[in-house]
């Protein structure tokens, strides 16, 4: 069956960086548009980047020229490299397969001096 198992989160200062990985089994990755959400309880559900299976992006506005999604085909596997981190990135991040037909259990991000 389709998994997506998130990985990377975790707290770093202001201005700093981190990178999630998306680990996809149960379908070829190379097949599908592939796209990263983030949640917090105050806020509605964002789209922050998506990257289709010819590797085209497309990035949220509030994180592009900041973020970069990426994927490598052999290993099943997409990234997310976060850049300039603001507090305002803090969230829980999900992979998804498409736009949301299949989620990851979420891994949290928290960007805080």
């Known amino acids: 069956q389709v998994q997506l198992v998130e990985s990377g989160g975790g707290l770093v200062q202001p201005g700093g960086s981190l990178r999630l990985s998306c680990a996809a089994s149960?379908?070829?990755?190379?097949?599908?548009?592939m796209s990263w959400y983030r949640q917090t309880p105050a806020k509605e559900r964002e789209l922050v980047a998506t990257?289709?299976?010819?590797?085209?992006?497309d990035y949220g506005f509030s994180v592009k020229g900041r973020f970069t999604i990426s994927r490598d085909n052999a290993k099943n596997t997409v990234y997310l490299q976060m850049n300039s981190l603001k507090p305002e990135d803090t969230a829980v991040y999900y992979c998804?397969?498409?736009?949301?037909?299949?989620w990851g259990q979420g891994t949290q991000v928290t960007v805080s001096s």
């Open positions: 990257i289709t299976s010819g590797g085209s992006t």
């Open positions: 149960g379908f070829t990755l190379s097949s599908y548009t």
């Open positions: 998804t397969r498409r736009w949301g037909e299949y």
